[in-house]
């Protein structure tokens, strides 16, 4: 097994070289981007990707053990999407920074404790950005923060009803499925129904 990962880490392509790099259009929160690069053959080529500063997922996890959810309409898809808290990193702002900030505008819930459980990069093909997982031990609910384009209602699911959510496509946002796959071995028994 070992021998194949070699092999084929051995036999990737060579890396492109960037020439040049040009900001298309952007707005507070993306970057449209054009990048010329060059082939490993000498030819030049053109790559276009959109660039954030970052965003933060949180899994907010009440005192009784159930995971505090979202539910939205999404633009894009045009439907209702259930997921887990999140947002874009503001310019200033660290990725706990903003995990706490979405959490209180999108669920109304502050949290004292919270762990960075780990990044990830959800399209790395045309997305050049960076997700920010936290865990967070949700304590007050106050009351939610949302702007004029959002309106949010707050769903609670033990760790077991969730698994079984994603398992059903009820939940189809991938930021929220990636974001379960790297705490749920660590922190949850999703084998077990909790009362």
């Not at 959109?50 to 979202?70: A, H, K, N, Q, W």
């Not at 660290?94 to 706490?100: D, G, I």
């Not at 106050?142 to 004029?148: A, H, V």
């Amino acid at each position: 097994m070992l021998m194949m990962l070699r092999s084929c880490l051995c036999n990737m392509p060579k890396h492109l070289k960037k020439i040049s790099e040009e900001v298309i259009h952007e707005n507070p929160w993306t970057q449209y981007k054009h990048d010329t690069y060059e082939k490993p053959n000498g030819e030049e080529g053109n790559y276009y990707y959109l660039e954030t500063r970052g965003s933060s997922c949180i899994v907010p996890v009440m005192p009784d053990g159930r995971i505090v959810l979202v539910l939205q309409h999404r633009y894009l898809s045009d439907k209702q999407s259930i997921e887990l808290p999140s947002g874009k990193i503001q310019a200033g702002s660290t990725a706990l920074e903003s995990a706490q900030r979405e959490l209180l505008e999108e669920t109304g819930w502050e949290a004292e404790e919270w762990v960075k459980v780990g990044e990830f990069n959800p399209s790395n093909g045309y997305l050049k950005t960076t997700a920010h997982v936290f865990l967070a031990q949700v304590t007050e609910q106050k009351e939610q923060q949302l702007d004029d384009t959002e309106e949010i209602d707050v769903l609670y699911r033990r760790p077991d009803e969730f698994e079984d959510m994603i398992k059903r496509g009820d939940i189809s946002d991938g930021y929220t499925m990636a974001a379960w796959s790297l705490v749920r071995h660590r922190f949850f028994d999703t084998h077990e129904n909790s009362s």
